[in-house]
């Protein structure tokens, strides 16, 4: 299993892969995909965001509460 991933099930038997870090002692869900590539993205993606000096708390814009990076086709 990739780093950052947990297998786990739903209530109905099927499996899916949960995304989470630890960061400063603190437990952070990062999401979850029923494809673990998906969820080892999800976590290198956080870690990227984490690990990055560009990016504080003052320069930060989250996303609007669900909503998805839209994809432009050119």
Do not use: F
Request: hydrophobic share 35%; net charge neutral; proline share 8%.
């Amino acid at each position: 299993m990739s780093t950052g991933v947990y297998q786990t099930s739903k209530k109905d038997g099927s499996l899916y892969y949960r995304a989470s870090l630890t960061y400063h002692a603190k437990h952070i869900s990062l999401g979850s995909s029923s494809d673990t590539a998906i969820a080892h993205a999800i976590y290198r993606e956080a870690m990227d965001i984490l690990s990055s000096p560009a990016i504080t708390p003052e320069n930060y814009t989250p996303l609007p509460p669900n909503s998805m990076p839209v994809a432009l086709a050119i």
